[in-house]
């Protein structure tokens, strides 16, 4: 890489930065201290503003580096991730957008509070959103080591090292000065940049084959190396018994994770009635949509021009392919449209990473501060300071988490980020969902029900993902010299979700403690009218 594109990403990214230091600072200087302010903006958010910042939350690195990435290398099999991401904002639209809005005020463990006993459902939601939030934020710390590696030609292990502990530094500071708002108006100008990222490509990509998608896809098969099968079913998910469930486990997490994403969760606490944050849900897949179809003509375009070796070369796991793309349809190393198509297209993707670990990082805080501490700190302050405490106990809990997720995303450098956030998926489909539908739908369900809901679908994903050839046992490990593997799947959801929805309906069946009827229909009446929502 030359020091033209060096230099032009890195001002790029540097200008990106800036305006997003700017805002955080503006809106700190315009804040309240009030819980409601840093965890929910203040709900004075209108439905397209919240659309555009659902969408920048979703559309993360996994989506724009890694999916591209797996179409690049496997072809028809790496397009099922770009299907499942869309296909659950299905779910969120007609299960739970509405209902979450009018029960909860802000986390997941609100709307299993208004109907259950508060102290032991609010620990177990939420160490099962920070554990997920954790998870989807080591996605985007790999992805920002990907980038660097290929801006910085020959960057090391230290180098990317580096980057990711400066992307956690600087989510930290956007989450503990800003809040909600500052991470929201973050959220939708990487959208806007994202979107105008991916169109420029896309239309580049399809001027490149004079608008023939048929050209396209027979040249993505020709230089795949795979030939016919790179455009069927199977190259990736079609060997064994074991390759067929593990595609199986990977679509169930991928539509039902999305319902149980304690930042996309949070979102709809941001705009003031439930109304709103439907329209929400509807702007954003409209983005989502749009988005997601371009990384499929993206994916096949990198096949098509570079190559799927030439891909696999620059990142074992095809991170790198879009960066790589815009720089051969820019004219090439060396050219000066290359060097800034490949600039710009850099500079977004860290953009895109920094917003999307500023929300998650801020809905992780929030489930520490406002589920966690509030709930296991026994000697209660006045409310008015325990509001105060609350909040700076979310912004200790930025760093921590961040900490945390740094950590981990240095041992995962060389994995692909769109599997990994497929793992982050499957634990909240795991832990989050079954007991999330069950307290909106289920008027026998109880507090013992909940909470052996949440455990039994966390722990379950999370052992047999430390027991799956992700961790040990296989050359692409993270620990590739060690092999304690014992679960064959990748992804655990086939077995973790229905483990979620089966414990919380056994927690029920052997509760002693009836639900109570009273709460339920209480909670009935605001999840479907909104009457004495926050």
């Given at each position: 890489?030359?020091?033209?594109?060096?230099?032009?990403?890195?001002?790029?990214?540097?200008?990106?930065?800036?305006?997003?230091?700017?805002?955080?600072?503006?809106?700190?200087?315009?804040?309240?201290?009030?819980?409601?302010?840093?965890?929910?903006?203040?709900?004075?958010?209108?439905?397209?503003?919240?659309?555009?910042?659902?969408?920048?939350?979703?559309?993360?690195?996994?989506?724009?580096?890694?999916?591209?990435?797996?179409?690049?290398?496997?072809?028809?099999?790496?397009?099922?991730?770009?299907?499942?991401?869309?296909?659950?904002?299905?779910?969120?639209?007609?299960?739970?957008?509405?209902?979450?809005r009018?029960?909860?005020?802000f986390?997941?463990?609100?709307?299993?509070?208004?109907?259950m006993?508060?102290?032991?459902?609010?620990?177990?939601?939420?160490?099962?959103?920070?554990?997920?939030s954790?998870?989807?934020?080591?996605?985007?710390?790999?992805g920002?080591?990907?980038?660097?590696?290929?801006?910085?030609?020959?960057?090391?292990?230290?180098?990317r090292?580096?980057m990711?502990?400066?992307?956690g530094?600087?989510?930290?500071?956007y989450?503990?000065?800003?809040?909600?708002?500052?991470?929201?108006?973050?959220?939708?100008?990487?959208?806007?940049?994202?979107?105008?990222?991916?169109?420029?490509?896309?239309v580049?990509?399809?001027?490149?084959?004079?608008?023939?998608?048929?050209?396209?896809l027979t040249t993505?098969?020709?230089?795949?190396?795979?030939?016919?099968?790179?455009?069927?079913?199977?190259?990736?998910?079609?060997g064994?018994?074991t390759?067929?469930?593990?595609?199986?486990?990977?679509?169930?997490?991928?539509?039902?994770?999305?319902?149980?994403?304690p930042?996309?969760?949070?979102?709809?606490?941001?705009?003031?009635?439930?109304?709103a944050?439907?329209?929400?849900?509807?702007?954003?897949?409209?983005?989502i949509?749009?988005?997601?179809?371009?990384?499929?003509?993206?994916?096949?375009?990198?096949?098509?021009?570079?190559?799927?070796?030439?891909?696999?070369?620059?990142n074992?796991?095809?991170?790198?392919?879009?960066?790589?793309?815009?720089?051969?349809?820019?004219?090439?190393?060396?050219?000066?449209?290359?060097?800034?198509?490949?600039?710009?297209?850099?500079?977004?993707?860290?953009?895109?990473?920094?917003?999307v670990?500023?929300?998650?990082?801020?809905?992780?805080?929030?489930?520490?501060?406002?589920?966690?501490?509030?709930?296991?700190k026994?000697?209660?302050?006045t409310?008015?300071?325990?509001?105060?405490?609350?909040?700076?106990?979310?912004?200790?809990?930025?760093?921590?988490?961040?900490?945390?997720?740094?950590?981990?995303?240095?041992?995962a450098?060389?994995l692909?980020?769109?599997?990994?956030?497929g793992?982050?998926?499957?634990?909240?489909?795991?832990?989050?969902?079954?007991?999330?539908?069950?307290?909106?739908?289920?008027?026998?369900?109880?507090?013992?029900?909940?909470?052996?809901?949440?455990?039994?679908?966390?722990?379950?994903?999370?052992?047999?993902?430390?027991?799956s050839?992700?961790?040990?046992?296989?050359?692409?490990?993270?620990?590739?010299?060690?092999?304690f593997?014992?679960?064959?799947?990748e992804?655990?959801?086939?077995?973790?979700?229905?483990?979620?929805?089966?414990?919380?309906?056994?927690?029920?069946?052997?509760?002693?403690?009836?639900?109570?009827?009273?709460?339920?229909?209480?909670?009935?009446?605001r999840?479907?009218?909104?009457?004495?929502?926050?």
């Amino acid at each position: 890489m030359t020091g033209d594109h060096q230099s032009l990403a890195l001002i790029l990214f540097s200008v990106f930065v800036a305006v997003t230091l700017g805002i955080t600072t503006w809106v700190s200087r315009r804040r309240h201290g009030s819980a409601e302010e840093f965890y929910a903006g203040g709900r004075l958010f209108s439905p397209l503003e919240n659309g555009f910042a659902i969408a920048g939350d979703y559309m993360s690195a996994a989506s724009f580096l890694g999916i591209s990435g797996l179409i690049a290398l496997f072809g028809y099999d790496g397009l099922l991730y770009s299907v499942g991401f869309l296909v659950a904002w299905l779910v969120v639209l007609f299960l739970v957008a509405e209902l979450v809005r009018n029960c909860g005020r802000f986390t997941l463990a609100d709307v299993l509070a208004a109907r259950m006993r508060e102290r032991p459902v609010r620990i177990a939601a939420g160490t099962a959103s920070v554990t997920v939030s954790v998870l989807y934020l080591v996605a985007q710390m790999v992805g920002a080591g990907s980038l660097v590696a290929l801006l910085l030609e020959g960057a090391g292990a230290q180098e990317r090292a580096w980057m990711v502990i400066g992307v956690g530094a600087l989510m930290v500071v956007y989450v503990a000065c800003g809040g909600m708002r500052a991470t929201t108006w973050i959220q939708i100008v990487k959208a806007v940049l994202l979107m105008g990222g991916a169109i420029a490509l896309t239309v580049l990509v399809l001027a490149r084959f004079h608008g023939d998608i048929n050209t396209l896809l027979t040249t993505a098969a020709e230089r795949s190396g795979h030939g016919s099968d790179f455009l069927a079913p199977g190259l990736k998910y079609g060997g064994g018994w074991t390759e067929r469930l593990d595609f199986i486990s990977l679509g169930l997490a991928l539509v039902l994770g999305t319902a149980g994403l304690p930042h996309i969760l949070s979102r709809f606490y941001t705009v003031p009635t439930a109304r709103a944050a439907r329209r929400s849900v509807i702007w954003s897949i409209g983005l989502i949509g749009g988005f997601y179809l371009m990384t499929i003509v993206l994916g096949f375009g990198a096949a098509a021009v570079l190559g799927s070796d030439a891909v696999r070369v620059s990142n074992s796991a095809g991170n790198t392919a879009v960066p790589l793309l815009a720089l051969d349809l820019g004219g090439g190393a060396g050219s000066t449209g290359g060097t800034v198509l490949f600039a710009v297209v850099a500079a977004v993707a860290f953009a895109t990473i920094l917003a999307v670990v500023a929300g998650i990082t801020l809905a992780s805080s929030a489930s520490v501060a406002h589920d966690l501490y509030a709930t296991l700190k026994r000697n209660r302050p006045t409310k008015q300071g325990r509001v105060h405490s609350e909040v700076t106990v979310a912004r200790v809990a930025a760093v921590a988490v961040g900490a945390v997720a740094i950590a981990l995303a240095l041992l995962a450098q060389d994995l692909n980020v769109a599997f990994l956030v497929g793992l982050a998926f499957a634990v909240a489909a795991s832990a989050n969902l079954p007991v999330l539908l069950y307290a909106l739908f289920w008027r026998r369900f109880t507090t013992k029900g909940a909470v052996w809901s949440v455990y039994g679908g966390l722990v379950p994903a999370i052992v047999l993902v430390v027991l799956s050839p992700v961790v040990s046992g296989s050359p692409t490990a993270i620990f590739p010299g060690l092999d304690f593997q014992l679960f064959p799947l990748e992804n655990p959801g086939v077995v973790s979700i229905p483990l979620g929805f089966f414990m919380g309906w056994l927690g029920t069946v052997a509760s002693p403690e009836p639900a109570d009827a009273a709460r339920h229909a209480e909670t009935e009446v605001r999840a479907l009218t909104g009457a004495g929502a926050a």
